[in-house]
């Protein structure tokens, strides 16, 4: 099972079925807050839908094509971060994430973003690694910035989320950008 120990508050880890209620409760907690920015929280409606998620992630798993994992806080599970697949050809991926609202602002994700990018470049042998957010998301889009991804561009009306279409503002980190600044911090 896929488990990385960010630090001494947070652990991430792979998503397991066990974890569908918890997971459907903390969605369902942020889910005004959620609904403006993800396109699949409003088809989350039951504890079903959640464990019906969690199985394809463990065939994601299973399959090597990436992994979801849990972001645990103190213990407590508190958010979700991980591939949307691995394209093998091209050595690349993108990370999605999201945070329950009343826990943003304490670095949980940035933190755990930079462990998930250092682990698809150290473990995965990644190439590239690339982070979507919408542009009107700031919260979302200081964390790829933080860790210095560089902004490729917008890719405009991407995505249909809460009865509209929004841009998304494409960041990317190369491997050799990553080693270059991880040797340097």
């Not at 889910?31 to 065939?59: H, K, M, N």
């Not at 999201?98 to 826990?103: C, N, P």
């Amino acid at each position: 099972m896929f488990c990385l120990r960010v630090d001494d508050e947070i652990q991430l880890k792979l998503l397991e079925i066990r974890d569908a209620e918890k997971m459907y409760a903390l969605t369902d907690h942020s889910r005004t807050y959620l609904r403006e920015w993800l396109p699949w929280v409003d088809a989350t409606t039951s504890v079903a839908d959640t464990l019906a998620f969690i199985e394809s992630t463990l065939r994601q798993f299973a399959s090597n094509q990436g992994f979801q994992a849990g972001v645990l806080y103190h213990g407590e599970l508190v958010g979700a971060i991980g591939c949307h697949g691995v394209n093998w050809a091209n050595r690349s991926a993108s990370i999605g994430y999201w945070l329950s609202h009343d826990k943003q602002g304490k670095g949980i994700m940035t933190r755990a973003c930079r462990a998930v990018t250092d682990t698809l470049f150290k473990e995965y042998g990644l190439h590239r690694v690339e982070i979507r957010a919408a542009v009107e998301n700031r919260k979302s889009r200081a964390i790829p910035e933080r860790i210095g991804f560089v902004q490729e561009g917008i890719c405009r009306d991407v995505e249909w989320v809460d009865n509209r279409y929004v841009d998304h503002v494409v960041y990317v980190m190369l491997e050799r950008e990553w080693i270059t600044s991880e040797s340097t911090t």
